[in-house]
């Protein structure tokens, strides 16, 4: 028995039911991965939700590790396309030294965060809106993603005329939720992978 698999940006690939049950069984040898990250992700939301010196500390890491994964993705972008690779690369080298710059100063990353708050939270918030809207045909829970967009928008115009104390606390609650929802979905990810050996 075989069955036809699409994979978007790859191409059409054929499988046997086989092949597909050992890459599931391959996926979940390594769902423990999954929980380790997300046990540290909670352990992140906890130290920055204590609002002390650590907390600032810890959100110009979490900065510096989104920027890592965001150049290696660009590096990994730069191999497998077709062209342009040198600009992949370029943003690759760009997110590479700002990781390295928020590892080195992440107290600095931390205060020019916090003042260009407001300006965070528009992208995000327009970012969540538009996913909204690009999951309504598939997810039934889209209108969740579109009033946390709505609320994120809001939360940016009020942040934009707050001083700078009231923007960094607000910015640590954020940092702090968000790490923590980031660490329960990956826990809850790591089981739903580990349920995948009993598939097939």
């Not at 590096?75 to 040198?86: E, K, N, P, T």
């Not at 943003?91 to 205060?111: M, N, R, W």
């Not at 954020?174 to 009993?198: P, Q």
Request: charged fraction near 10%.
């Amino acid at each position: 028995m075989q069955i036809n698999v699409t994979t978007e940006g790859v191409g059409n690939g054929t499988y046997t039911v086989r092949e597909m049950s050992a890459a599931r069984q391959e996926l979940a040898r390594f769902w423990w991965l999954w929980l380790i990250v997300g046990i540290a992700w909670i352990v992140g939301a906890l130290v920055i939700l204590q609002f002390d010196a650590a907390s600032v500390a810890t959100v110009g890491i979490i900065v510096g590790v989104m920027f890592s994964v965001a150049s290696a993705q660009q590096f990994v972008l730069a191999a497998v396309a077709d062209r342009l690779r040198w600009l992949w690369a370029i943003f690759g080298v760009l997110f590479g030294v700002s990781a390295i710059i928020c590892f080195i100063h992440p107290e600095d990353t931390f205060a020019a965060l916090a003042d260009i708050l407001g300006f965070v939270f528009v992208c995000v918030g327009v970012w969540w809106t538009i996913r909204a809207f690009l999951l309504k045909a598939t997810e039934s829970t889209w209108w969740l993603e579109l009033i946390s967009g709505v609320l994120m928008l809001a939360m940016a115009f009020w942040t934009s005329g707050q001083f700078f104390i009231e923007k960094a606390y607000m910015l640590l609650v954020f940092a702090g939720i968000w790490a923590l929802m980031h660490g329960i979905l990956d826990i809850v990810g790591a089981f739903r992978i580990r349920n995948l050996r009993n598939v097939l």
